[in-house]
């Protein structure tokens, strides 16, 4: 894939995630559903949903909304040193209203800064204790002086609702496929803007998949609280029909591809992760259960147990601007980054989709040469593709399913759907 | 095994060998029953069988009975270049009738080389597509003329049988052992009429086993279409009686010995030849089942799926000379060669006679020292026979058979044998 | 741990076996009651027990009792070259009365010397043939004129017992814990009187724990025999409630430290085991069944099978120093050795007690930080405890072990006691 060669698709998500970019997304408010609003513009069939702040969900409650009118800090002089307006990640998540006057010591005490990325904003919440603060670059707090500072927060902090977003896919049948994909972060490109533009392309790409055999549930939340609380009110149908899935973050930028396992990592969806990437990028980063941090956390906690992996870019916490005003669409996520990201997940929903177990309908070798698809002429070579459907032969015993044939072929799964149709045609197996 | 050190049966095989070189096997014809007849010399029990054209088995038909009385070509001045009486491998595999004039452009259209050894005759065969073809070397074909050429094959294609050797050996018990080998090959040495010489000096060995636990079937047959149809006609007792064996080719030059899985790669079979070969060369070459291409192809087929490896010396497809005309008596086949492969097979045979799952008939350490089987003195040192008595007697939980006892002691399972039977002779084990 | 810094428990210990070093211990005699009644001054509950001589015990039989007065060599001057009294090594254990004249070459025959260490005394038995004889280092040997010897040994073999020690301790439930120590070796301190000293000291400390779970039991026992009249006579209780144990032989000297796994080695004192060294000491000795050489060899045999595994400092037969004079308080064992293999033991049997299969009682993650569990304030960072106690609750299904969950995290399990009692108590999870 060289600069030529971006897939469109690329340059089609990074287009809607410039239109996404400015919403001061969090757990909740109106800014989330504006961006549910839109991204309803590519898909219909999503509908908005909304739980009650004070909602008890398992050990959580839902909590109140919260909306961001201005906020900014003043100098003595009356300029803007700070200002939410111009990027929403100076200020904390969640801060209470407040409008006060202090000294530079009293102010310092409310504002964050990363020692380890000097000229980047730092991204800090804390939605479930009462504060307010501000984050700034580590080389602008060194430049304030010590002076008076006027401080305006115009955020509200009422009962309201947490919304999410939801598209159900009716397949041939009932079994589904689960994609989450997590909008509580204000203008952070790679996490998890990305995210959101991609699974939105994915699910029309899944409404237009023909012959589709599963059914889909791909939902848009908040992180930890919003997968909580779908958790809490579909766990029961959740367990019965979800067979693999994907939580969707950080498919923006272009330096990697990563798969963070499932709690087990023995699932359908961490076969198909490993399976699809080692066939993309054999150095594709394989993240352990250590390194999870998202949705993950909920999806596989003890007795939930749903069978989620994560097909990742370069994964959250271990990039430089993770979590940094850095983590933007112009240095980290790209058209290039996101249409790989796109197309990995693609990739491995298709082979969920074709995953099989081939079972010969014959005893022995079939003979190829007489249906015309081998060589009647006996000679020491054999080519590519013959070799394997000499495999799928070997090996369709009805116990090995399509994918690991396709691994212990070292080939990628997508090399076998064209094969296994001729095969079915020609009644040498049946799936 | 120096040259001086050649066991006598190296010779008595590789003789063997000389006097069937010329016949012209192939998967039907006069020469397969004269090499049987031949065999039958070594083993009295092998009964010769045959099978009519046309019947089917499985996916496959029988084909027609293919004879030879003569073929060749002559250029324009009369001279054969090629002379099917000089070697039976210019002759492609059940090339049809034909009396012809032909230009050198004509003729080339049926003339097969190995552009990878010019100096070699390749072997082509054509048994299920009715065409006509010589082979010869790249080096004589660039000398040829362009003038006419007379081409002759005097072959019939009729109805008739395929012929397949079987010999029977009962033993205590009904359960068997599977011995396969192929002769559909004409004047080629390692692949595989070493299998074939090997195969019936085993068969005479095996006749001859005092205490035989087993019965054994041992198989002659055309490679892909006999095994297919002798597991046509006995697929069921074979998946009730058979619980081991190995399909015996390419055991006769000296450069390697190898070892090819069945298709589970777990049976008996397989751990029996993996713990015979690594005790006999260290270094022996572990192919895969993706190195298959003999008749295990046939006997791991999935829903037939028996024990059945193979132990070679150079694999088939794996030695330059494989498939041509140097595949001979002397470039690559040789007495030390074949003592090695018919060693090999024997011990891997005995392996599976002797194997069993020792029960220790004490508890606690027995007290081997009364019994004069252990040094009455307590000082440091222990001696090598010793320490396999004791590692035989803290194995022997019933559970762990005695190939795994070897394993485990890194010790070939034959020196075993001997303590096994003076541990039973003491009562302190049973098996 | 430096010099200064070596717990007082290695000095207790250390200066006990000082006291018990001169005992002539073997498998039966006064010398092992007398350091059994020793015992008894750290263990209260410490009972000694006897079988009788002639007793049989599955394949063996009690033998008579030994006991020696007196034994020396003397030289034609009447020099004593050898005397018992001063170094009980120098005489064969076992060794039948004498008192002879012998020449040079008579003498000889009855003396052992080791090769290898030409200035130790080599330790030598004869338990089960009658016999008698001296071991001398190879350099006296050598020194020793062509004349006439005087040898004296006033032994006594007769019927009479074979002593053991018994310690019961009573716990929550029936299920047993079982140390094993032998005390048959005279003058030899890694093996086995650092055993015997360190296991009193164990039994001291399991006596005064707190909350103790599971019961104890714990023995002093000759090698071999010991262990054999021990399950001959327990084996059936033992079977029934033993879940772990120790056999707990050179736990003494400060080189390194080692794990003998059980004949199976995947039971719950091998794992424990193995964690406990693994986070003492990276570097540990993984030996293997190979390596047996103790009452594991009982323990474990088939049909007896108890969980018991050894943890060691430097294993029998693996030092230098071994069965000769130089196994001694000043060349092998050491305070700091002691203190060290003490402390293995403990954090060993600590972990037994405290495993325990910790299950959530919150679906999804708890909400840590309304407890005071975990920082309100999301940023980059999480503390290295905080990542335990979440690695904890991940993994808390019912089916990790506590111990499963401490390797899991790449920490040792004594970090996790602290939080399970939090996290009980905070009703998160149950166990």
């Given at each position: ?132 603060g501000f984050s700034m670059s580590l080389n602008q707090l060194k430049k304030l002086k010590k002076q008076k500072y006027k401080v ?150 003890p007795g939930i147990d749903l069978p989620i992996a994560s097909i990742m870019r370069t994964a959250f916490a271990r990039y430089p ?18 249409a790989g990201g796109y197309n990995a997940i693609k990739l491995a929903i298709e082979a969920i989709e074709k995953n099989c177990y ?74």
């Open positions: 894939m060289d600069a030529n060669n971006i897939p469109k698709i690329g340059y089609r998500i990074y287009n809607l995630a410039k239109k996404l970019w400015h919403y001061n997304r969090s757990i909740t408010g109106i800014d989330n559903r504006k961006t549910l609003k839109h991204l309803q513009g590519i898909s219909k069939k999503l509908k908005i949903k909304s739980i009650k702040s004070g909602k008890k969900v398992f050990d959580w409650v839902v909590p109140d909304e919260w909306n961001v009118k201005d906020a900014w800090i003043k100098d003595a002089k009356g300029n803007k040193i700070i200002d939410f307006k111009k990027n929403n990640v100076h200020l904390m998540g969640y801060s209470i209203p407040k409008k006060c006057d202090l000294t530079f010591e009293e102010l310092k005490k409310n504002i964050f800064v990363d020692h380890e990325r000097p000229n980047a904003i730092p991204y800090i919440t804390s939605y479930y204790k009462k504060r307010w305006f927060i115009n955020s509200s902090l009422k009962p309201g609702v947490l919304n999410y977003g939801e598209i159900l896919i009716k397949g041939k049948i009932k079994k589904e496929i689960l994609l989450s994909t997590y909008m509580c972060h204000p203008s952070l490109a790679n996490d998890n803007l990305s995210g959101i533009v991609t699974t939105i392309y994915l699910a029309k790409w899944i409404e237009e998949l023909k012959d589709r055999k599963y059914s889909y549930r791909i939902i848009f939340i908040p992180e930890t609280i919003g997968s909580i609380a779908y958790l809490s009110k579909h766990f029961k149908e959740l367990k019965k029909n979800i067979i693999g899935g994907f939580n969707i973050t950080c498919v923006g930028d272009n330096r990697a591809y990563s798969y963070l396992p499932s709690r087990s990592g023995n699932t359908l969806s961490d076969k198909v992760a490993k399976h699809v990437l080692n066939n993309i990028d054999k150095k594709f980063v394989r993240l352990t259960w250590f390194n999870r941090g998202s949705d993950e956390r909920q999806y596989c906690s601007e993770y979590h940094t005003s850095d983590d933007n669409l112009k240095k980290v996520v790209s058209p290039k980054g996101l081939p079972k010969a309908k014959i005893m022995c070798m079939p003979q190829l040469g007489k249906r015309g698809l081998y060589t009647t002429l006996g000679t020491k070579k054999q080519n590519h593709n013959t070799r394997l459907m000499m495999n799928i032969l070997t090996y369709a015993d009805g116990k090995n399913s399509l994918i690991d044939i396709a691994e212990k072929s070292h080939r990628p799964i997508w090399d076998t759907y064209k094969i296994i149709e001729i095969l079915i045609k020609e009644k040498i197996i049946s799936i």
